[in-house]
Each structure stands twice: as structure tokens, then as C-alpha cells.
């Protein structure tokens, strides 16, 4: 633990009074948890609290209390800007990017770039509600009942439910603690790993319909044809890449989404011991872990696909032994 910059970071935050806080694009469950929970515990201790998503939050999470909240972009002054989860700053949207440099930065990406003024990076948490869930008390911020439900919704979506190879014996004592805080651990699972709604399951469907595999990789393509056909409302995969990564005998998954605009989201899981997906997505100007990692990538599906799959082979031929 760096003492001086946690006590940087309090100070910081004491003198605070109007707080934005944002996540990344297409958000997860650790940007969804870590957003609230550091925000509902801000504003607990009287702080003005703006919570931004430039896509707003997705609907498998709307039942985490604060959600409501949530708004897609920042208005009015403010005197403290907060990034969460975020390997760098062009993933918080295009909302931002007039804004300076964040004056607090916490995230547990491997990737991360430093780009607040206090950067608080812990790669070897298994979620950055994890490195909130040591810290808020450290800075007098209290977690509530609502405060732990964000929390461990950050911890059990990027664990995939503690089943991730960085799991660790801490991870699973902080989640404990969050459960006596009142935070409803098979709830929180079922609505964040499990539940899926009927758009959803028939979106899953046009993706598993093209699945292949090859070369040690398993993937397949969503198109904006299909998310229409569906009637799935979000830009992304809906977790589809987690049914992916749930496939024998293949050392690395992948799931493409066409966006619409020119553009392919690329969701990569390591499928096998010692492969770290985060360079190749690093390659495509993304970020993530060893086990999950993520890109964006200008081009058409086909073009973007075939590029992507040619650079996940070769990296996959020098990791594997």
C-alpha cells in the first residue's frame, strides 16, 4: 500500500464538494458497482455527487439502489473529477473529452495509463470495486447496505462469480464482509451473472448460430441486423463472450459486435492457463486483464475480424509453449 497516496487521495476527497464521477462506455458490472459505490458513499458524507455513464446503465443493473441516478453526461461546476475502472481516459466517451486530467484515477487494468493526478492502480485486485471496498473506510467513507451491494456486484461480475484464475482468498473475505453489511450475495449473482432477458437469450441465439473455432480460438459475430431482429437494446454482447469462454478445449475466446458507426467491439477471455489476453487488445489500442481484456476497432466487421483474428493467432503462438 502507498500510504502517502492514500492519504493524498482522503485529503482530496474531504476537501470535495462537487464530485463527478465516471465509468467506461458499454459498462460492466465492476464500472456499475464501483461507479455507485464510491458515489452513494460520497454523497452519504454530505458530498454533491454527479454519477456518468456516456451510455447510461444497462438494464441488468438498474436494480442497484443509486442507478436512477445515473445520467450520460456531466452539467454545471464541479471541483473534483473521478474516473473508476477506466485503463484510459478516451474510454470514459466523447462527453469528456474537453475535460482535463482527472484529479483521482483508481483501476485495476494492467493497462492503466496514470492519466489522473492521483492514480491509485492495483492490477493484482480482481476489481476495482475491490481496491474501493479496502479503501473506503480509510477515508472515512462509510459502506452501507447499498454501498456493499455495488460493491460486490463489481466483485462477482469481473470474478465471472470467483470462478477467474486471480480469485483470491482475499477476494472472497471481501466479499464476506460485504455480506454482513447486508449485501445479498445470491441476489446479487443471480441478477448479474444468471438472469437474461428474452431479447437477450434470442441475441445469444444469431451469435451462437455462427460460432467456429480454430487454432486453439472459439468465436463468433453479432451484427446491428441481428440486435434489431432481436430487439436487444444494448450496443454489446450481453455476456455472450462468458457462455464463449465456457467452451472446452480452446485457449482463448472471442466475441465481435459490430457498432454501427464503422466500428467493432472485440471482447477477448483467456481460455487456458498462462495466456494473457491484454497485449493483443493493448495492440488494437484497448486494455484489460491477463483473463479478460477488450478493444474497439475502426473498420468493417469482416475487415476487423479477419485483422483481429490474425494478431490473436500470432500472440497466441508466443505465449503457448
Same mark, same amino acid.
Given at each position: ?10 485529503? @482530496? $476527497? ?21 461507479? %455507485?459505490?464510491?458515489?452513494?458513499? %460520497? ?9 456518468? %455513464? ?48 482527472? /484529479? ?27 481496491? %474501493?471496498?479496502?479503501? $473506503? ?20 461480475? /469481473?470474478?465471472?462469480?470467483? @470462478? ?20 445479498? $450475495? ?52 450481453? /455476456? ?60 468493417? $466487421?469482416? +475487415?476487423?475480424?479477419? +485483422?483481429?483474428?490474425?494478431?490473436? @493467432? ?8
Amino acid at each position: 500500500m502507498n500510504v502517502e497516496l492514500i492519504g493524498a487521495i482522503k485529503n @482530496r $476527497l474531504t476537501s470535495a464538494n462537487k464530485i463527478i464521477i465516471a465509468s467506461h462506455v458499454r459498462p460492466d458490472g465492476d464500472a456499475i458497482g464501483s461507479l %455507485l459505490g464510491l458515489g452513494l458513499a %460520497l454523497q452519504n458524507a454530505g458530498k454533491s455527487v454527479q454519477l456518468v %455513464l456516456a451510455d447510461g446503465a444497462p438494464t441488468s443493473f438498474k436494480h442497484l439502489s443509486g442507478s436512477e441516478a445515473i445520467v450520460r453526461e456531466p452539467s454545471g461546476e464541479y471541483d473534483t473529477f473521478i474516473t473508476v475502472d477506466c485503463a484510459d481516459f478516451k474510454r470514459t466517451g466523447k462527453i469528456f473529452e474537453n475535460f482535463g486530467k482527472p /484529479d483521482i484515477n483508481i483501476d485495476h487494468h494492467k493497462t492503466n495509463e496514470n492519466f489522473g493526478a492521483l492514480n491509485l492502480i492495483e492490477a493484482e485486485e480482481v476489481a476495482t470495486a475491490a481496491i %474501493l471496498t479496502k479503501y $473506503l473506510p480509510q477515508w472515512g467513507l462509510a459502506i452501507t447496505q447499498p454501498v456493499a451491494a455495488a460493491l460486490l456486484t463489481g466483485i462477482i461480475t /469481473d470474478t465471472l462469480g470467483f @470462478r477467474t484464475p486471480n480469485t483470491t482468498p482475499e477476494a472472497l473475505r471481501q466479499a464476506a464482509a460485504l455480506m454482513e453489511t447486508g449485501a445479498d $450475495l445470491s441476489k446479487i449473482y443471480m441478477q448479474a451473472l444468471v438472469s437474461k432477458t428474452f431479447p437477450a437469450a434470442k441475441y445469444w441465439g444469431a451469435g451462437l448460430s455462427n460460432i467456429k473455432h480454430k487454432d486453439g480460438i472459439v468465436w463468433c459475430a453479432l451484427t446491428v441486423e441481428d440486435r434489431k431482429a432481436a430487439g436487444y437494446g444494448g450496443n454489446d454482447d450481453a /455476456d455472450l463472450i462468458n457462455l464463449i469462454s465456457a467452451i472446452d478445449g480452446n485457449k482463448v475466446g472471442m466475441v465481435f459486435v459490430e457498432q454501427g458507426n464503422n466500428h467493432v467491439k472485440i471482447s477477448w477471455r483467456a481460455l487456458a492457463d498462462g495466456i494473457d489476453v491484454s497485449p493483443i487488445a493493448k495492440h488494437f489500442q484497448g486494455g484489460g486483464h491477463a483473463a479478460a481484456a477488450g478493444a474497439d476497432i475502426e473498420g468493417n $466487421l469482416s +475487415e476487423v475480424q479477419k +485483422e483481429a483474428l490474425k494478431v490473436t @493467432r500470432e500472440m497466441l503462438k508466443l505465449q503457448s509453449p
